[in-house]
């Protein structure tokens, strides 16, 4: 099993917010993988809408995205690809 991480900046003006965080969690759900977000040390469950929450990501906030399990690459490289599309925010 492969442990994959990246960084991201949080692009879209609102920040990550209820609707971003139902759509990570959407994907993570999908995957096997585990996903971990981090944001200033803090690190939540990627599956977990209450604790992704905690993390209060403004425009500009640098994530670490990291997922450890079989699709661990495909589940990391499709969170960064939400984020780094603003979430199809305008």
Same mark, same amino acid.
């Given at each position: 099993?492969? $442990?994959?991480?990246?960084?991201?900046?949080?692009?879209?003006?609102?920040?990550?917010?209820?609707?971003?965080? &139902?759509? %990570?969690?959407?994907?993570?759900?999908?995957?096997?993988?585990?996903?971990? %977000?981090?944001?200033? !040390?803090?690190?939540?469950? !990627?599956?977990?809408?209450?604790?992704m929450m905690t993390l209060c990501a403004?425009? !500009?906030?640098? =994530?670490? $995205?990291? &997922?450890?399990?079989?699709?661990?690459?495909?589940?990391?490289?499709? $969170?960064?690809? =939400?984020?780094?599309?603003?979430?199809?925010?305008?």
């Amino acid at each position: 099993m492969a $442990v994959i991480t990246r960084k991201v900046v949080i692009p879209n003006q609102q920040g990550l917010h209820a609707r971003p965080i &139902a759509q %990570i969690c959407k994907l993570a759900n999908a995957h096997e993988a585990q996903l971990l %977000i981090s944001l200033n !040390g803090l690190e939540v469950d !990627g599956r977990s809408v209450l604790e992704m929450m905690t993390l209060c990501a403004p425009r !500009g906030s640098d =994530l670490t $995205v990291r &997922a450890d399990g079989k699709d661990a690459l495909e589940l990391v490289e499709k $969170v960064v690809e =939400l984020i780094e599309a603003g979430f199809g925010e305008p």
